[in-house]
Structure formats: structure tokens, C-alpha cells
């Protein structure tokens, strides 16, 4: 395929928006009361909603009979190229708050570059994403702010979910193969700009949150080359239980 | 207030419904009428957010993204339905925090329906076609109860049911056009959620104990085997339109009633499961419990931030 990198780069991007609405998806009726149930499942269904769309265009650029299922639902573990943030658990609400903060504000300054991409179909995408990205991002950063800033007790574990998924940031900032070939092309956004504003985002919610910004200096990558953590294979056995066990089917 | 006054309002009370008028939360009404509504409209709060559960079940595993993407969508809908039947609950002077303890200590009851368990897609498609079918012909004649905020609530419900029936149907109807595998699942969900689907009425009208009160008061416009028999009708044909068999080998169309007769539905089997001892009772039981005690440190800190800003608000002003 002469568009491989194209191919890839959107796969990056998909992947982030499907591991994340699957996560969200297990929350879907379990939430602390029903008003966050309800926003969470409606984040999970943008998140879905922009997986589509991308699954979709990778469907057409691979060509032939290929459908987004077949992208979404059958690779291997190693095939899946999402950041190793998206795919923790829901080790409780804080760690979900948590997770969803640290994507969310990266993934919104990320749409802002990504809605200027050369490629139109890419453009349209993101500016769609946007204004559901802004929403998500409200939603975290002020649970961010109400758990930090609430009782000792979600202090405290306000702080230890951002303590533990902190390592997982830097790695939304790394560029592969298909990143760099595309930020050339004008497609990509060059993520390596947006590093200090995210940061800096990231202070100012944390402390006004009264957290501690984690000083841990040692992070984790693997994601976007295919290397997971050791939970992503049980997502994707429940994600790819259906089409797995009845391949080739219609539902 | 003396017992004459008391019988005067009462009069007039009736009157109102007898008019087809609606109920405001700030009218008048009889305790009993207040507590059957609270009884009656709680349960069926209860019901959307333990329904939300045996659908939730398959949100991780739906065969594809399209499908995933409209269970999601349901099963909030079931939440967003939730939300509003509790707070029209709510204007009868009971708050959220109970109605959850009655549910939580087994006092209020939901849909026993929802004590079965989801084993395969398939099933996914059958609470669609069959439980939310059977919801609505409950359902609709309450958009014109006599109580305003639960008539309200349920005009936009049932607009949203009805779509989710659609949807059930077409996933069943695109197993049963499928694979053998496929077909096969459907059926085997159609046989199990038969039976059960047509206890959702409720007992037969001679066992029934709330239906004469209730027709009075609008909150039933039909007796349980009149919605029984309705639902039926409507059903079969479907069935038979995408190549399934319903499972009571007495299923028979009687030309003089112009109805299906039926087979005999296994009361013992509904009365087990409505005492709590289906195959899920507890599982569903744990579940909203276990979200509620889990939620409650989260929902402690949200009140603990709000008191504090409101109060650093107040300092600032004075």
C-alpha cells in the first residue's frame, strides 16, 4: 500500500479513541450515581463515535473488501498501536478520572493542530472531535479539581492515580515512523510542540486541584510500537470475543 | 382537618381524574394515591437502572462498532429514564438517597425480568424485540396517567423505547437471516425470554391485587391479560415474519376471538424469581450496591468541594 504511513498514522490515532471507549464501555452502569454514569457513557460513545470515522478511512485507504470491523476487531495484540495511557484499568473512579484527565488534555491540543491537516478527511474529523473533546475535558479536569480538592480521603487517592499513570504520559509525545513521514507531508501534528502546554495545563489543574505535581522522571513506552501492558490482552478479548469465536459473519 | 373535610376533598379529588385532569405535585391527593405513585413509579426507576445491567453485560463484547455503539447508547437512554422517573418520584416528597435504600434493602422491587441472565448476543436482541415490546404496551397507556410529572416522563420514555424495540427486532432479524450459528443463537434466545417476556404483566387479572385502585386512578388503563393477550397478538407475526418459532407448542390462532389462545404460563417460576431467587437476583442486587458503596467516597467529595467553594465564595463577598 503506497499509503502506509497514512494508513498507520491513523490507526495511532484510532486506536487511542477505541481502547478508551472500550475501558469507559465497563463502566456503563456501575458509575458513583447516575449523572456521571450518563457523562461517562457519553464520553465513551464520542470516543467510539471518532474511532469510527477513522476506522472507516483506513477502511477505504487499505482498499479492497476491507470494512472498519475488520481493522477495529482482528489484529493481533501487537498490531494495536494505542499509547499505554488509554489502556489501565478502571482501578477505581480516581484512576478513571484520572486516565481520562491526562488523555483528554493532551488529546484536545492535539485535534486544535490536527484540524489544519493537509489530508481533508483527517480536518474534518477533528474538528468534529473538538467540541466533544472540550466537553470531555471540562468533565475530567473538574472531577480532577472536585476529587483533589474534596474529603482527605479522595485526596488521597486523587493523588495516587496520578502518581501511577503519570509515567504514562511522556509517551503520548513520542513519534514513530508514520508520525514523522506525515508531520513532513503536513497530514501529522508535531506532537514534540505541544509537550510544554501540556504540562503546563496539567500544573495548573493539578494545583488548583491541591495536588502535588508527580517529580517522577521515569516513564513508560511501548504502546505505540505494539508493546503493551499486560492488561491490554484481556480488553481485547472481550473487544474481539464476537468476531473471533464467528468470523466472517454479518451483524 | 376534620373527616367531612377530608371526605370533600377526596370527592373532589376524584372528580379531577374522573375529568381527565392532571395531578400537580403541589395539589391536594390522597396518601394512599401519593404512596402508590411513589410505589409505582419507583419500581419502575428501579427497573431502567437494573435493566441497564444485563445489557451493560455485553457493551464489551458487541459483535461490531456499529452495534457497540447503539448498546452504549440504549443502555444510557435506560439511565437518562432512570433520572427522570426519579425525579418525577421525587415530587411526591421522597427523596433519590431513599428510594435507593429501598431498592438497596430489597423494599422496592424492580422488573423481575432483569433477573435473567444475558448468555449470548442473541439476547441483546430479544430484551429489545420482547422485553422492551412488552414495556411499551405497559407503558403507553401512562402517558396519560392521571399524575402530571410521571405522564410527562413517560411521553418521551416511550418514544425512546419504541426506538429500542425497532432495534432489538432488526438484530434479531439479521441473526435470523444469518449463518446457522446465527439463527440458531436467535432462537435459543427467543425460547428463553418468551416466558418470561409475558410474565412482565404480571399475574393474571383474578390474582392481580393493585389493578382495581389503579384503574381508578389512571395509573392502569387495561388489565394484565388484556396487555398480555395484546402483546401476543403482536408478536407472533413477527416471529413468524423472521422465520422463528415461539416456544408453547399451544400457540394457536382462534378465529372466534379473533386472539392467539396460549399455553400456561409457570407462575411458580415467576413468583420464585419475583421472592429474589432467580438465576440473577443477587448478582443484579450486588451490583447497584456495590456502585453505590463504592460511589460513596466520590460522591462525599463532590459535596465536600461544593460546601467549600460556596464557602470561599461567601468569604470573598464578605
Known amino acids: ?251 | 382537618m376534620s373527616e367531612a373535610q377530608i371526605k370533600d376533598l377526596e370527592a373532589q379529588f376524584e372528580a379531577r381524574i374522573a375529568r381527565d385532569e392532571k395531578i400537580e405535585p403541589k395539589d391536594w391527593m390522597p396518601e394512599k394515591y401519593r404512596k402508590t405513585h411513589i410505589r409505582q413509579i419507583s419500581q419502575h426507576a428501579h427497573s431502567e437502572i437494573v435493566g441497564m445491567l444485563p445489557e451493560g453485560n455485553w457493551i464489551t463484547r458487541a459483535p461490531s462498532l456499529r452495534r457497540k455503539v447503539a448498546l452504549l447508547a440504549k443502555v444510557q437512554d435506560e439511565a437518562g429514564h432512570g433520572l427522570y422517573l426519579y425525579s418525577a418520584c421525587e415530587t411526591l416528597g421522597i427523596s433519590r438517597e431513599e428510594l435507593y435504600e429501598q431498592l438497596h434493602t430489597g423494599k422496592a422491587k424492580y422488573s423481575s425480568i432483569f433477573n435473567y441472565p444475558t448468555v449470548t448476543w442473541a439476547d441483546i436482541g430479544a430484551i429489545g424485540w420482547l422485553v422492551d415490546g412488552a414495556a411499551i404496551i405497559n407503558q403507553v397507556p401512562l402517558c396519560n396517567t392521571s399524575y402530571g410529572p410521571y405522564a410527562r416522563a413517560m411521553v418521551r420514555v416511550c418514544k425512546e423505547e419504541s426506538f429500542h424495540q425497532r432495534q432489538g427486532f432488526e438484530i434479531m432479524m439479521k441473526l435470523a437471516q444469518g449463518s446457522p450459528d446465527q439463527k440458531e443463537m436467535a432462537q435459543d434466545a427467543l425460547n428463553r425470554w418468551w416466558w418470561p417476556s409475558l410474565m412482565m404483566f404480571g399475574p393474571t387479572d383474578a390474582e392481580s391485587v393493585h389493578t382495581e385502585q389503579s384503574m381508578k386512578w389512571k395509573l392502569k388503563r387495561k388489565t394484565n391479560d388484556e396487555l398480555r393477550q395484546q402483546f401476543i397478538d403482536q408478536t407472533v407475526p413477527q416471529a413468524e415474519l423472521i422465520g422463528l418459532t415461539v416456544p408453547d407448542p399451544d400457540l394457536k390462532w382462534n378465529e372466534e376471538t379473533g386472539h392467539y389462545d396460549f399455553g400456561k404460563i409457570d407462575w411458580d417460576e415467576f413468583w420464585q424469581v419475583v421472592k429474589g431467587h432467580g438465576p440473577c437476583n443477587r448478582e443484579r442486587m450486588n451490583a447497584r450496591v456495590g456502585a453505590w458503596e463504592r460511589g460513596q467516597w466520590v460522591r462525599d467529595a463532590a459535596m465536600a468541594h461544593a460546601e467549600k467553594k460556596q464557602s470561599r465564595k461567601t468569604k470573598k463577598v464578605g
Request: hydrophobic share 35%.
Open chain 1, 1 to 251: 500500500m503506497s499509503n502506509n504511513f497514512l494508513y498507520q498514522y491513523i490507526l495511532g490515532i484510532a486506536d487511542n479513541s477505541l481502547v478508551l471507549g472500550q475501558r469507559l464501555g465497563e463502566l456503563c452502569g456501575h458509575g458513583p450515581n447516575l449523572e456521571t454514569d450518563i457523562a461517562c457513557t457519553n464520553i465513551s460513545l464520542d470516543l467510539l463515535g471518532q474511532a469510527r470515522s477513522y476506522f472507516q478511512y483506513a477502511a477505504q485507504l487499505k482498499g479492497g473488501d476491507t470494512k472498519e470491523d475488520d481493522i477495529a476487531f482482528l489484529r493481533t495484540e501487537r498490531e494495536y498501536v494505542n499509547v499505554l495511557l488509554v489502556e489501565q484499568p478502571n482501578t477505581d473512579f480516581a484512576y478513571t478520572i484520572g486516565r481520562q484527565f491526562l488523555f483528554d488534555a493532551f488529546h484536545l491540543l492535539f485535534l486544535q493542530e490536527l484540524q489544519h491537516s493537509h489530508d481533508i478527511t483527517i480536518s474534518a474529523i477533528a474538528k468534529k472531535a473538538i467540541k466533544e473533546v472540550s466537553y470531555h475535558y471540562r468533565f475530567s479536569s473538574d472531577w480532577v479539581k472536585r476529587l483533589g480538592d474534596g474529603t482527605e480521603e479522595s485526596r488521597l487517592k486523587m493523588q495516587n492515580a496520578i502518581n501511577d499513570l503519570w509515567t504514562y504520559t511522556d509517551e503520548l509525545f513520542h513519534q514513530t515512523e508514520a508520525d514523522k513521514a506525515m508531520i513532513v507531508e503536513g497530514i501529522g501534528v508535531d506532537t514534540a510542540k505541544l509537550k510544554e502546554a501540556y504540562y503546563h495545563a496539567l500544573t495548573e489543574i493539578l494545583k488548583e486541584a491541591t495536588l502535588d505535581i508527580p517529580e517522577s522522571k521515569w516513564f513508560q513506552k511501548g504502546g505505540k510500537n505494539g508493546v503493551h501492558t499486560e492488561h491490554m490482552g484481556y480488553l481485547l478479548n472481550d473487544l474481539q470475543y464476537m468476531q473471533r469465536t464467528y468470523p466472517n459473519l454479518e451483524w
